[in-house]
């Protein structure tokens, strides 16, 4: 049985998205890979580069999106109009796969993935981690419109778990688009924000130090009065998934974190790995 991986990019991604798909065919314990690749601007050069990783264990499909739906939306250096692509997935992707693993492109994996893979999502529509607290959660749902009282769960969008099958049962694109619009001076995470004022109420919260883990995380974590204070040998042999998000990022300047280290490690056998795949051609 073939795993689903699902990635939307630009074209300024393609050697993130390589490292990270390295590491999670060396390290997540998926079996065969299909994945799936939505964007709007590669190249033939950027799909050749990519199609290093094709082989009988992993498949690659590039879907191109017409983004003008959406061309209005909010967005940022940090945050281009991709952030978007995943909310139309139950248009984009085939009708047959009946869930999919999203990964940004900003995270390795660092040990198996495969428990969060068949975690049961029947009843929800994504399963994945957040980064706030209940009080700054409660916020967000006052700012999005969707009460105090709501139990709608925040998200940190990097790793999302997505059931395609009862996502597809309650898909109106029109009602994402008009979403995004109205609310377009209220977004701060664009798409975390819509992800919470639509689906909020069908998440499932899965171990955010496991498999969502950031560098704020694990600093927050170990300056808590009372948490079990974490090593990067601990993160080395419980994590599975490190997420290099924010501004600060090991491979750009000013990098301050502790986590890069595995990053670095992952590129480099990264680069290896397409050295020898280029030498074989």
Known sequence: MESHLLFCINSSCIRLLATCLYSVRKNGGLGRLSVHIIHRDLTEADIRFLEAFSDDQTQLHFISFD????????????????????????????????????????????????????????DYYFAGCTHTRKVLTQLNAIRLGVGLDSDYSYLNTGVLLMNLER?????????????????????????????????????????????????????????????????????????????????????????????????HELERECGKYLDLKSDRV
């Open 67 to 122: 983004a003008k739906c959406i061309e209005d939306s909010p967005t940022t250096d940090r945050y281009p109009v991709e952030i978007y692509f995943r909310l139309f997935a139950p248009e984009i992707l085939p009708s047959s796969i009946r869930k999919i693993l999203y990964l940004d492109v900003d995270t390795v994996c660092i040990n198996p993935i495969d428990e969060l893979y068949h975690t049961d999502i029947e």
């Open 167 to 263: 996502l597809a049962e309650h898909y109106d694109r029109n009602r994402i688009i008009d979403f995004i619009r109205r609310k377009s001076r209220s977004l701060i995470l664009p798409d975390q924000d819509v992800i919470m004022a639509l689906y909020g109420s069908g998440i499932r919260l899965v171990d955010t130090f496991r498999y969502n883990l950031s560098d704020r995380m694990l600093r927050l974590n170990n300056l808590t009065p009372g948490s079990r204070h974490l090593d990067l040998s601990d993160v080395e042999r419980e994590t599975s998934i490190i997420h290099y998000c924010g501004r600060y990022k090991p491979w750009k300047p000013y990098y301050k974190g502790q986590l890069g280290r595995f990053y």
